[in-house]
């Protein structure tokens, strides 16, 4: 045998026993590190691995420490949030699409087009309302504008653009055009003026004849006049004459408010009241519903008003975090890479509002069963209640994030949709011009859905 061969031999003989040495300082080394995982699971402890910002994200189960809670702004100093102010939703339940409209400005403001505009243009502001409303007929709600996804409005946006808010809700006789109250009155009339419109087809002009409504009197009398005219028309001519008195009312009430009519440029209150008796007798024609109207009135009020973006809005994307399955830790992380990556973009967030309406610590999502069988997400602390009696869920922005050297916690700062005054919220909160510094884990903790846009 060669002293080649004793040499492979003697590797051979000895290979096993290496082996098994190899594998058991494995297994040690493996039971040591899960034993400090365990141990920094909730102590703050972080990595050092780094995005495209140079800011360090934090390990799944970690709270952050003061080396990793850095600072970051995206509401001044030029961020992409620092044009946009803080707006009011009202009492509308639009959340979603003022959520939209911010990630999408902010994206644009941030991107300048190759010859340095922006996209759009640099005072142009989304409109949320008819965002909300231009939604509501995507998916095919045709009574209820309000409840929806942000990325379904924001996909609204990118696909066909935006209507500018000061076009709309127009800054005449000093007014606030980011005032949701305004927007409240308009949205109030509106229904008001359908209902009133139904009440007015169904009044019997003979309390005598109970089968005599003022529709069918008014059909009766387009008959006798119109003989050759199809059924439909008769019925169709018969609702504008009752919806034009409604219908000027309306004009009435743009014109006090100092919001656009409809109708031909120059028309007059003459030409609008007629476009509204039109939309006013479309919307009970064949069970349109109120979302027809809305949509037809901003349609024709923001004609020469909207912006497309083509090719500068990116794909919007969403990540769903279900109740129940402890995904808080992961959401966490996921928020703080999102808002420190390389050109950070504010991040919209799905809440329960009771994480900025009421004192910490407030937990409270999980699913519950229905009577009918249904899975629904509720937000109530306890889930054998029934969910009105506790929280509903709404849709804010994640602004920025900061170490709180009082509490010893990071932070971040929520821009929520209900003006800029700090009434109404829990003193334990801090508060800035309607944006609220909540502690990362009431976050995690009240959070089920997270939308943005760019690379994740």
């Known amino acids: 045998m060669t002293l080649r061969e004793r040499n492979v031999a003697r590797e051979e003989r000895s290979a096993p026993k290496t082996m098994f040495f190899l594998a058991l300082i494995g297994v040690l080394a493996f039971l040591w590190l899960r034993g400090e995982a365990r141990a920094n699971g909730n102590t703050g402890a972080g990595y050092t691995a780094r995005y495209g910002s140079g800011q360090p994200a934090l390990t799944t189960g970690a709270l952050s420490t003061r080396e990793s809670c850095t600072s970051i702004r995206l509401d001044r100093d030029g961020g992409p949030l620092s044009r946009i102010p803080v707006l009011d939703q009202g009492s509308r339940g639009i959340c979603f699409a003022f959520s939209a409209a911010q990630l999408a400005d902010a994206w644009r403001f941030s991107h300048p087009l190759s010859d340095g505009s922006i996209s759009g243009g640099a005072g142009h502001l989304s409109s ?10 995507d998916a095919g709600r045709r009574y209820e504008f309000e409840g929806g996804l942000t990325e379904e409005a924001l996909r609204r946006i990118r696909l066909h653009g935006s209507c500018d808010q000061n076009a709309i809700f127009s800054a005449t006789g000093g007014r606030d055009p980011n005032d949701g109250a305004r927007s409240d009155r308009l949205t109030q009339h509106i ?25 069918t009197l008014a059909m009766r ?33 743009l014109e006090s408010e100092g919001l656009p009519l409809p109708g031909a440029p120059q028309g007059g209150l ?14 009970v024609d064949l ?54 990556r390389g050109g950070a973009q504010p ?22 069963t229905e009577p009918d069988g249904r899975r629904v997400l509720g937000c109530t602390a306890d889930p054998a209640l029934p969910q009105d009696s506790g929280d509903g869920t709404h849709a804010v922005v994640v602004a920025g994030r900061r170490w709180n050297e009082s509490s010893g916690r990071c932070q971040f700062l929520v821009r929520n949709s209900w003006g800029t005054s ?11 011009q309607g944006s609220l510094w909540v502690d990362e884990a009431d976050v995690g903790e009240s959070t089920f859905n997270l939308t943005w846009l760019g690379a994740p």
């Open 191 to 215: 229904r008001q003026s359908i209902d009133d419109f139904i009440d007015a087809l169904r009044t019997r002009p003979d309390p005598s004849d109970p089968w005599e409504t003022r529709y």
């Open 128 to 137: 949320p309302l008819p965002i909300s409303i231009a939604s509501a007929v």
């Open 347 to 368: 991040v919209g967030i799905d809440i329960c509002t009771n994480m900025i309406r009421s004192v910490p610590p407030y937990r409270g999502m999980h699913y519950r």
């Open 270 to 283: 003459v030409n609008s009241a007629q476009v509204l008796a039109a939309y006013l007798a479309r919307a």
């Open 287 to 340: 069970g349109t519903g109120d979302t027809d109207f809305y949509a037809r009135y901003f349609e024709n009020v923001c004609r020469g008003h909207t912006e497309r973006f083509t090719g500068v809005i990116p794909t919007e994307q969403s990540r769903f975090f279900p109740p129940g399955r402890n995904e808080a830790p992961e959401l966490r992380s996921t928020l703080h890479r999102l808002i420190s």
């Open 221 to 253: 009398q387009l008959q006798h006049v119109h003989p050759d005219w199809a059924i439909s028309r008769v019925a169709a001519q018969a609702r504008y004459q009752i919806a034009q008195p409604f219908a000027q009312a309306f004009c009435s009430f």
């Open 422 to 432: 700090c009434a109404g919220y829990p003193s334990e909160l801090d508060c800035e």
